[in-house]
C-alpha cells in the first residue's frame, strides 16, 4: 500500500512540474491569438481568438511573405544537411577504420575543438569569408559543413566514429574478400548500419541550424535571402506599431517543422543514441 501511494504521489508532482514546463508554450499559443489591447491582460487565451493573426503575419512583410522566407530556410538546410552527412560519416570511417600516421593525435585535435568557444573563431571565419565574396550567400554555413566542420561537426564525427567502432571488423573483411574497396566497404557496409546514427546526426544538425539567427544575420544582409529567423526580426521596427500577435504567431509557425521532425525521427533518435552509447 504505501508503494502504490508513493507512485501515485510521484506520478502527481511529475504531473505537475509537466504542466508548469508546458505553460509557456500554452501561453504562447494564447497570446498568438490576442490582439494588442489583450496582451496585458491575465487571461491564458483570448475571448475572441484573432485567428487572422497568422494570415496577416504570414504577409506582414512588404513585398515578401513567409513563403520566400520558408523557402530559404529549406534551401540553406537541405544544403548543410548533405554535406553533413557525407562528410562527417567519411571522416568518421576514416578515423574508425583505416589506419594512417598520427591518426590518434588528428582525433585528438578534432576533439579538443569541441572545447573552443565558437566566439573566438566569428572575426577570423568573418575576414575569411568576406575575403572570398561570400558574404550574402549560404556558403558560409553550406561550405565548412562540406569540411566536416560547421556547428556541431566535430560532434557529429565523433558520435559516428563510437557508432561505426561497435560494428564488427569481421564485416569489412568479408565484403574486401568479396573485391570491394574501401570506399565500397563504406557505401555498402558502413552506411546501411549507422542509419540511427546518422538520422541522429541529421535531427541534431537540422534543430542547431533552423533558428540559428546569429550566423544567419552575420552573413545575410538582403531580406530576399532572409530566412524565417531574420524575417521575425522585421517585426521589431520602430517606426511602426509593433503587432505582438502577428510575431507571436510567426514564431509559433516557425518552430513547427522542428517539432514535426523530432517526433517523425523519434524512434531513429532514440536508437541512435542508445546504441552509441553501449557501443561506444
Not at 498568438?32 to 487571461?43: D, G, I, V, W
Not at 493573426?53 to 530556410?73: E, K, L, Q, V
Not at 557525407?86 to 600516421?101: E, M, Q
Not at 569481421?170 to 546501411?192: H, N, Q, T
Request: net charge neutral.
Amino acid at each position: 500500500m504505501n508503494s502504490r501511494r508513493n507512485l501515485l504521489f510521484r506520478h502527481l508532482g511529475l504531473a505537475v512540474l509537466s504542466l508548469l514546463m508546458i505553460y509557456p508554450v500554452f501561453w504562447w499559443v494564447g497570446a498568438s491569438l490576442k490582439s494588442n489591447q489583450e496582451m496585458s491582460l491575465p487571461n491564458l487565451f483570448p475571448t475572441n481568438p484573432m485567428w487572422v493573426n497568422f494570415s496577416n503575419g504570414w504577409h506582414a512583410i512588404p513585398g515578401h511573405s513567409f513563403t520566400d522566407f520558408y523557402w530559404n530556410n529549406a534551401q540553406l538546410e537541405l544544403g548543410i544537411l548533405i554535406t553533413t552527412v557525407i562528410s562527417c560519416s567519411l571522416v568518421a570511417f576514416g578515423f574508425a577504420r583505416l589506419d594512417f600516421p598520427l591518426r590518434n593525435f588528428w582525433f585528438s585535435i578534432l576533439m579538443l575543438t569541441l572545447m573552443l568557444p565558437g566566439q573566438v573563431t566569428i572575426i577570423p571565419q568573418y575576414a575569411l569569408f568576406h575575403s572570398f565574396g561570400w558574404v550574402n550567400t549560404y556558403l558560409p554555413f553550406i561550405v565548412p559543413h562540406a569540411l566536416a566542420g560547421g556547428s556541431g561537426g566535430a560532434f557529429f564525427v565523433f558520435l559516428l566514429v563510437q557508432f561505426i567502432r561497435g560494428i564488427p571488423k569481421e564485416l569489412d573483411e568479408s565484403a574486401k574478400m568479396d573485391g570491394c574497396s574501401w570506399f565500397g566497404v563504406y557505401w555498402r557496409i558502413i552506411i546501411p548500419l549507422t542509419k540511427p546514427a546518422l538520422v541522429t546526426v541529421l535531427i541534431y544538425c537540422f534543430l542547431w541550424n533552423w533558428d540559428d539567427f546569429f550566423g544567419h544575420m552575420l552573413y545575410i544582409n538582403s531580406v530576399d535571402k532572409y530566412t524565417v529567423g531574420l524575417a521575425l526580426r522585421m517585426f521589431n521596427d520602430s517606426q511602426s506599431a509593433q503587432e505582438w500577435g502577428q510575431l507571436l504567431a510567426m514564431g509559433l509557425v516557425s518552430v513547427i517543422p522542428s517539432v514535426i521532425i523530432f517526433f517523425l525521427a523519434q524512434k531513429h533518435f532514440v536508437e541512435g543514441i542508445a546504441t552509441t552509447g553501449i557501443k561506444g
